[in-house]
């Protein structure tokens, strides 16, 4: 699935779970927040958000409106960025990026959040406590990341069957790249002197 749909499709779950049973008439204008590392959001997330919306009957000016919060490089600036947007009293929070996911949930137990979480485990990130039940206000989607990671170490050695040393780069400030890596690195060992090593 491309990233375009993807986030249509995550869209498409957010307008239809804390809205649900709302007349489409309604005066009040609904606040959503995004909250990313992406700094700009870039467009073709902007875009998929506004459409999907648009496809559910929120309008931007109209009857809902986007606040839009990114740290960049700046990560530290996520728990005040997610603090500053529930004390504006948002609907929801959308989140993209583990980093970001935890800064919404540290700031709030209440406002809804959804989230995309990149990590791809979201027990051992600790955003929710169990996929069957995750309690709390916590929603959305999950990678398979952390599955992932091996399965692409073994892709790389059947395409170069000498390779011994795999290189890896991550931010160990985000948990969920971390997990991935982790992964990797417990699947790297195929004997012989191969290592994964941390960068």
């Known amino acids: ?69 990114a740290s960049g490089d700046h990560w530290e600036q996520l728990p005040q960025l997610a603090k500053d947007l529930v004390a504006s009293n948002v609907d929801v929070i959308l989140t993209f990026s583990c980093p970001a996911a935890v800064a919404a949930k ?39 990341a952390i599955e992932l990671a091996p399965k692409r170490l073994e892709v790389l050695k059947d395409m170069v069957p000498t390779l011994r040393t795999v290189a890896m780069l991550w931010n160990v400030n985000d948990l969920g790249m971390t997990l991935r890596y982790q992964a990797a690195a417990d699947a790297g060992n195929w004997g012989s002197g191969t290592t994964t090593r941390r960068a």
Request: avoid cysteine; hydrophobic fraction near 45%; aromatic fraction near 6%.
């Open 106 to 144: 540290n700031a709030t137990r209440t406002i809804p959040i959804v989230v995309t979480e990149s990590g791809g485990d979201p027990v051992a990130t600790g955003l929710v406590k169990s996929l069957s039940r995750p309690d709390g206000n916590v929603t959305g989607v999950s990678d398979m």
């Open 1 to 69: 699935m491309r990233r375009r749909e993807f986030i249509t499709s995550l869209v498409s779950t957010l307008v239809a779970w804390p809205f649900a049973g709302l007349a489409q008439t309604a005066s009040k204008v609904y606040r959503i927040a995004v909250l990313s590392t992406d700094k700009p959001l870039p467009e073709s997330i902007f875009t998929a958000i506004v459409r999907a919306l648009a496809s559910h009957g929120y309008m931007p000016d109209r009857n809902v409106a986007l606040e839009l919060r």
